[in-house]
Each structure stands twice: as structure tokens, then as C-alpha cells.
């Protein structure tokens, strides 16, 4: 974990907020995020979960956003929601890894109308994703390519809390596979999943983070600052 | 943008009540929802705390704990809990604890109270609707289920017979051996039609015998003149109630001024049909198979009552085999009437359930006749037509023929006393497991009529081998754990996946009789002469050759599977199905189906005692 960002990013979130066209980043980066110093257990955070054409943010494309809200250490399952985006290109050969079809994502929306629902459903509240780097990554891209702006998040990442759960007091890596979403939620014997869409897999996500704070709390009481990443 | 949650749903719709709501309702739900996770061993409610959520186990399990710690029930995926305390709105009695890492569906308060008001299914689920408050009046009256035929059988009824009458100038001697010829307890004492008195057993002795009055005395002087009468449209307790009030035992029936019966007390207490005391005293008169299949028809609905006392399994086993043993020789009785005197003494040999005292509902008829040795072959048809008519009279009251042909109908099990030795003799002494499996029937063996030293003589001879006849106890150690017990893993049934019975666990083959086969390799190789199971373990454990723990939980798990089957069996037979042994886990509540988890556990776990006592792996 990089701990210097355990500091207050609000500073650099007000800076962006300055250089941001009025809008949605421009409320999201002005709505002050939960305090690194934040009882763990009363911080607000928004799972979610991109389906996208490939890896790279510079060439793929957002196909669907899945997220749901933690509140502390429950679900909200009331403010979940899942948006279909229409893409630019086909997506042709694609859709054998996320299901998605042409035809399906004709019915989406446009992207500027999901990354403003996004933002406004990550207002005020941290980015819980596994693997996070592909939901920084590609929302990041679409607001510079929107609003010709930078955004900043406040991040925990599910699969680096496994990699240090796992390796708490071994010196060995964790084993190859065991920090994937589905392999690290049955170590905590969290539920079989059959469908994988964008907002199953924030919800899976969701509930691995409340398992694994459970874990890291065992008998004591952390604050934000010990689970943020990025 | 509502995105329905569509894991959460598909999960509330696989499991009660929620299963039972409209889709509109159902797609709704899971946005009241929230998602909490409990570490093993962590307090999800803690005793005497205030609550205001139902919680619904996604995955993991918990356990609910009175005050002491008492467990309650142990909760799987999909069950509701934390319901008493928000309906009640009184702090939690109880302790509810994850046993293992659980996720678990929260519902506010408020959520839970608008689906009780808005949801029928839900408000019955939950026992807090009208229907439910109604089932629970009804189940406290039928607790007492004589009270409930009492309540709606009429005299009219009971009626069997017409009444017995004699003249009042009828001396008390003649009076007495109408009596005696008619097996009447009263008569009714009437005069052109008119009931002018009655006269009863009772009088007899307080007024003639004790008080030494001579018996050529006519009846008028003894008689109770002008007896309380009542029509025959009256129910049966108020017939008691005036015998009750009146300390009298005997009502005489009157239809617009006629005569048309005499009830008795004993004629309201036969209404009792749970007490079998009375079923086994009407058979044991009944003159005829039509007679006794009227009262052998009463059989399914007892053990329904019986069920609903909470008698156990053994008590409800050993009374419907009361009631099959008395069928039965009173069958004999009849056939015997018919075809005259046996010209060799015999021993009427049932085999399998009725032996082990363990008859339920649907048996089929297993039995043989064990012959004296001066038998000749010129005395068969008289024991064939024996035989097929006491086998045709348990058709006709109930009993299926056995598909296989074991019944003394059958020539070959129909046969002198070394004879059945030289047959047993070959079987324990046979290398064939195929042959031994056919066999195992004919060890559970228990004679219902005639001679039954016959029976102990045969049953003498072959304990006095079975115990050293290793093979063949391998045999049967091999069969009797080739059973499975329907168990997987801790949190799940293996359920039956062919066939009619898709979705179904069988509580016979790996179940109740895999007990019984445990407990009659035991028994053949400790030389054990009970037959029912519950004895032959006791036996054997008497013995030394079973731990006293493993037959506490054999007993209790034998005890508690053999309950559920019979409880099964009694509702199916209410609904007009026939009784079979295959129950949907849905109709077991979550405590049932942990303690049925728990039978089977400990079936398997005694099958792998013997597996390893007798090396089954290696028998062919």
C-alpha cells in the first residue's frame, strides 16, 4: 500500500475542482470526501465495477458501469445501480468476455450521461473497486475526453487489501490466483456468484471489502488511512 | 436508475416467505435490503438488546441462543431470524451468534411491518397474520383429539345393533341369559312398545346378587323405571355429558316416541380411536375380513392423531403392530373356524417390520409357516388354503401382497421345522452376496400364532451359528453400509436427483433401514434373539459390542428419522396420496432439518464403524 496517501487529498481535490467546467466533476472534486482519519467503520464508499472492450484506457471503451454504496460496514443495496453504455465502435469479438452484445448496448446511454451518474453516486464517497487501477484508469480518460479536466479519487482496492491480508506475517506471495474477486471471496466463504455483470460484481466486491475490514479489525479499530491506497 | 440487484433477488426467491410474493413486490425488495458481514464467533444481536431489523442469512450459518445459551436453532442460507424481537418490539431473547463467517440481509423494521400489512403469505410466514392466529386455535383443540370426534360424531352413529328388549314380567334369570347370549350390558325394558325401564349389569349384581334375590323374580322389580332417553340426532357428548350428570352408563335411543338403540358409555369411549386398546378388542370380535378392514381402515388416521400427540416412533410402531398381530390371528382364528382343526401344529411366522414390532403405513405382508416335523405331504392343501385365506383377509384390510412372493402362500416357505433349518443353515453358511440379500428378511422373524415354540427352536439353531459364520456377516456388514445416509456436507442435503421423487430425501434406504441393517449384523454376530431394532441395540450394547454413546445417538437417530417418515406418511394419507417414504426438505422446518442432518451424520458415522470391523471393502 502507498501510504502517503494516507494524507488529506482535499487540497489537491479543491485545485482540480478549479480547473473543472461546472458540472458534475466539478461538484464531485468540491463534495469533500471522508477524512483518512475516519473510523473505518462509518466511511462511506461506492463499490463499482467497469465492463470495458479491453485493459487500455486509451484505446477500449466503457461498455457498462455497475456500483453499489457501503455505508461503514453495511451495504446499501437501495443505491445500486447498473448503466449500459452505448459504444462509438462495434464491439464485435469482445462481448465473448463481458456478454454484452450490440444489439444489448444499443439500448445504453451515452457516455457523458454515465460518468455524470457516476459522479454523482461517487459524491462524497470513496472508490472501493478490486483491481481498481482499470476504474481509475477509464473514468479518468473519460473526463479528460469530456470535460477536458483531471479527476482525483480516494481509493481502496479490494484486491491490494487481499495481497496484504495474504501476506500478513509469511514472507512467501500470496499464491498465484488467490487474489482474484471469485478466489479471494471464498477464503471468506462469501456466496457463488453465477451472473457477471458490472453490478454483480460490485456488489461481490462490496462484500469481500466488508469482509476483509472485519478481518483487519479483528479486536481493534482502524481508521480509513490504514485500508487507502490511491 | 433502479438496477435491480439481481443476485439478491433470485436468492429471496428461492426461499420462504419471500418466494411466495408478487414479482412486483419480490423486484422491489432487495433496494430495502442492506448487506452485513459477521466474522465466525461474532454476536450479530446480543441478549436483551433492542432491535429493529430482520435478518435473513445469505450465506454461512448462525446460531440462536436462549438466555443459558440454550440452542435453539442453528440457521442456514435463506432463513429468517431476529423476527421475535422486532415484532414483539421488546428487547432480543435471544443471542444470535455466527458460527461460521456469515453474510447476512438486513431489513429495517419498517420494511418488515408494510410487508406484513400488505403481504398475506408473509403475515402467515411470520405467525403474526389472522390465518396463522386461526391454525394455532385450531391445532390447541385438536390437541385433544378424542374431544374432537366426540364434538362431531351423532349418536346416530354409534348405532350398530338393534336394541335388546324384554318384557318388565320377564323373570331376572331369563333376563340375565338374553344378556349373556346377546353380550349386552343392558336391556331395555319396554311393553307394547313403550320403554317402560332398564336394566343393566350393574343392577345384576348391586340389587339381585349383593342384596340375594332370587332370580325367578321378574324384572320390573329391579329396573330403573322411566330411564333419560335421547334422539338419535344428538352428538356423542352430549351423551356423555348426561351419563356424566346422571352417573349413568346406558342411554336409551328414541326417535318420536320409538325405540330405535341403546348407547353406552363404552360405545363414547370406543370413540377414542387413538386409544388402539379398543380397535384391538373390536377385532378380536369381528366375525368376518370385510368386518376387520372396517376397523384396520381406522389404522392410517390413529397414527395421524398419534403423530399430532407427539407419541414417538416406537410407541406409534408398536401399536400399529398390535393392531397387525390381532388382524391377523383373528384371521387365523377365522380360517381355522372354516377349514377345522390344523392336522400338525404350526407357527405363523411374520417377517421384516411386523417382526421388529416396527409396522408403519403401506407395509406389504411378509410371512411363512413353520410346520411340526410329523408333517406329510398330504396335509399342504389344508395350509395352502389356510394360507391363502388369512393372506387374501390382510389384502383386504390393507396389506399389499409381498411383490416377492415371502408369504406362506407361497409352497416353498411353507414347510417342516428342519427344513427351515437346512435353509438357514445355507444361507449363513453361503458365499454368494446376492443370496445372503434375499435371505436377510428371514432374520427378522417373530412368530404371531400357533405354536410358537416352533419358532424359538428355529431361531435358537441359527443364533448358535451366525455369530461365527464370518463371511456372511461380511455380507450383510457390506449391504447394510452400502446405504447411504442422504447427507453431503454440513450445510447440505443430498437430494434424490432421478426420477418421481426429483428434490426428495428418502428416508428409508439410507435412513431408518440403515439402522435396522446395523442392528441386525450386531445382533446375528452377538447371538442376540430380540428383533426389534431398538432392542437388538440395547442387546448389544448390553454386550459390550456397542459403545454406549453410539447407541444413545443410534436410538435417538433411528427415533427421530422413523418420526418424521411416520408424520410424512400420516399427511400424505390425508391429502388421498399414498403413503411413501420420500419427504421434500421444504416441509421440514430448519431445527428439523438440523436434527435429520444430525440422524443421518450419525448413521454414517456407525456404518463406518462396521465398514472397518468387517473389512467390507475387501467382500465381493
Given at each position: 500500500m502507498n501510504w502517503s496517501f494516507g494524507r488529506s487529498s482535499e487540497p489537491r481535490r479543491s485545485r482540480l475542482a478549479r480547473s473543472a467546467p461546472s458540472g458534475p466533476l466539478q461538484d464531485y472534486l468540491n463534495t469533500p470526501l471522508p477524512a483518512p482519519a475516519s473510523p473505518l467503520d462509518q466511511v462511506r464508499l461506492l463499490a463499482l465495477d467497469l465492463e470495458t472492450t479491453g485493459l487500455d484506457p486509451a484505446r477500449d471503451q466503457i461498455l457498462s458501469i455497475g456500483f453499489v454504496p457501503v455505508d461503514g460496514v453495511a451495504?446499501?443495496?437501495?443505491g445500486a445501480g447498473q448503466l449500459l453504455v452505448r459504444p462509438t465502435t462495434q464491439v464485435g469479438e469482445s462481448a465473448r468476455f463481458h456478454g454484452l452484445t450490440d444489439d444489448a448496448l444499443t439500448t445504453g446511454v451515452g457516455l457523458p450521461e454515465a460518468l455524470a451518474a457516476t459522479l454523482a453516486a461517487l459524491s462524497g464517497r470513496v472508490l472501493l473497486a478490486h483491481h481498481a487501477a482499470i476504474e481509475t484508469g477509464f473514468l479518468g480518460r473519460a473526463c479528460r475526453d469530456i470535460y477536458q479536466a483531471s479527476v482525483h479519487f480516494a481509493v481502496v482496492d479490494t484486491m491490494a487489501l487481499q495481497f496484504a491480508l495474504l501476506s500478513r506475517g509469511f514472507d512467501d506471495e500470496p499464491p498465484q490466483g488467490s487474489l482474484r474477486l471469485w478466489a479471494a471471496r471464498g477464503q471468506y466463504g462469501l456466496p457463488h456468484y453465477a451472473a457477471h455483470e458490472a453490478l454483480t460484481d460490485a456488489l461481490a466486491c462490496a462484500e469481500l471489502y466488508l469482509a476483509q475490514i472485519a478481518e483487519l479489525q479483528a479486536g481493534r479499530s482502524l481508521t480509513l488511512k490504514a485500508v487507502l491506497s490511491a | 436508475m433502479d438496477a435491480e440487484v439481481r443476485e439478491v433477488r433470485d436468492f429471496l426467491a428461492a426461499h420462504p416467505p419471500y418466494n411466495a410474493l408478487p414479482a412486483r413486490v419480490l423486484d422491489d425488495l432487495p433496494s430495502r435490503l442492506h448487506v452485513r458481514y459477521f466474522r465466525r464467533g461474532s454476536v450479530i444481536l446480543e441478549l436483551g438488546q433492542p432491535n429493529n431489523s430482520l435478518f435473513i442469512l445469505r450465506s454461512g450459518a448462525v446460531d440462536i441462543r436462549r438466555a443459558g445459551d440454550e440452542l435453539v436453532e442453528r440457521s442456514e442460507s435463506g432463513t429468517s431470524f431476529g423476527t421475535s424481537s422486532v415484532l414483539s418490539?421488546?428487547?432480543?431473547?435471544f443471542r444470535l451468534v455466527a458460527i461460521e463467517d456469515s453474510l447476512v440481509l438486513v431489513m429495517p423494521g419498517e420494511v418488515l411491518f408494510h410487508l406484513l400489512a400488505t403481504q398475506p403469505v408473509v403475515a402467515d410466514f411470520f405467525g403474526a397474520g389472522p390465518p396463522e392466529r386461526m391454525k394455532r386455535a385450531v391445532a390447541e383443540i385438536r390437541g385433544d383429539d378424542s374431544g374432537r370426534i366426540i364434538l362431531k360424531t351423532r349418536i346416530a352413529d354409534l348405532l350398530k345393533r338393534a336394541p335388546v328388549t324384554a318384557a318388565p314380567s320377564l323373570s331376572i334369570q331369563q333376563a340375565a341369559q338374553i344378556m349373556a347370549r346377546e353380550r349386552v350390558s343392558a336391556l331395555v325394558v319396554a311393553e307394547a312398545d313403550q320403554i317402560v325401564g332398564i336394566m343393566t349389569d350393574r343392577d345384576l349384581r348391586s340389587k339381585v346378587v349383593a342384596a340375594g334375590l332370587q332370580g325367578t323374580l321378574p324384572i320390573e322389580q329391579i329396573m330403573t323405571r322411566d330411564p333419560l332417553t335421547i334422539p338419535s340426532s344428538s352428538l356423542a357428548f352430549e351423551a356423555m355429558l348426561e351419563m356424566l350428570g346422571r352417573n349413568v352408563h346406558h342411554l336409551p335411543v328414541v326417535d318420536a316416541g320409538k325405540l330405535v338403540g341403546l348407547v353406552s358409555s363404552g360405545d363414547l369411549m370406543r370413540l377414542e380411536t387413538a386409544n388402539p386398546v379398543f380397535l384391538v378388542g373390536d377385532i378380536a370380535k369381528q366375525t368376518s375380513a370385510q368386518r376387520l378392514a372396517a376397523i384396520t381402515a381406522r389404522v392410517p388416521r390413529l397414527v395421524g392423531q398419534l403423530v399430532d400427540q407427539d407419541a414417538s416412533a416406537d410407541e406409534i410402531h408398536r401399536l400399529v403392530t398390535a393392531i397387525s398381530d390381532a388382524t391377523t390371528r383373528r384371521l387365523l382364528q377365522l380360517a381355522e373356524a372354516e377349514l377345522?382343526?390344523?392336522p400338525v401344529p404350526y407357527a405363523w411366522i411374520v417377517l421384516g417390520s411386523q417382526a421388529r414390532h416396527e409396522h408403519g403405513l403401506g407395509s406389504d405382508q411378509d410371512h411363512v409357516l413353520v410346520l411340526d416335523d410329523s408333517v406329510e405331504p398330504a396335509h399342504d392343501p389344508y395350509f395352502a388354503a389356510l394360507a391363502e385365506q388369512v393372506t387374501a383377509g390382510l389384502e383386504l384390510c390393507g396389506f399389499p401382497r409381498c411383490p416377492g412372493e415371502v408369504?406362506?402362500?407361497?409352497p416353498r416357505w411353507r414347510q417342516g421345522l428342519a427344513a427351515w433349518k437346512r435353509d438357514f443353515h445355507a444361507w449363513v453358511l453361503e458365499p454368494e452376496a446376492t443370496a445372503v440379500l434375499h435371505a436377510q428378511i428371514f432374520f427378522d422373524a417373530r412368530a404371531v400364532a400357533g405354536r410358537t415354540e416352533l419358532a424359538d427352536a428355529l431361531r435358537a439353531d441359527v443364533l448358535a451359528i451366525t455369530p461365527n459364520a464370518q463371511r456372511f456377516l461380511g455380507h450383510l456388514a457390506a449391504q447394510a453400509v452400502?446405504?447411504?445416509?442422504?447427507i453431503g456436507f454440513f450445510r447440505g442435503f443430498v437430494l434424490e436427483r432421478h426420477g418421481e421423487h426429483q428434490a426428495t430425501l428418502d428416508l428409508k434406504s439410507g435412513g431408518v433401514h440403515a439402522v435396522i441393517e446395523l442392528a441386525r449384523v450386531y445382533a446375528l454376530a452377538n447371538g442376540v434373539t430380540a428383533v426389534n431394532t431398538l432392542e437388538r441395540l440395547q442387546a448389544v450394547a448390553a454386550l459390550g459390542a456397542l459403545g454406549t454413546e453410539s447407541l444413545a445417538d443410534l436410538t435417538d437417530a433411528f427415533e427421530f428419522i422413523s418420526y418424521v417418515r411416520l408424520r410424512h406418511q400420516a399427511r400424505q394419507y390425508d391429502q388421498g396420496l399414498v403413503p411413501d417414504n420420500h419427504i421434500a426438505p421444504?416441509?421440514?422446518t430448519s431445527l428439523e432439518k438440523k436434527h435429520l442432518r444430525d440422524a443421518f451424520g450419525i448413521v454414517r458415522r456407525l456404518q463406518q464403524g462396521l465398514a472397518f470391523r468387517y473389512q467390507t471393502h475387501v467382500m465381493t
Open positions: 451495504i446499501a443495496l437501495g | 418490539r421488546q428487547p432480543s431473547q377345522g382343526a390344523p408369504m406362506a402362500t407361497n452400502e446405504r447411504q445416509p442422504p421444504d416441509s421440514l
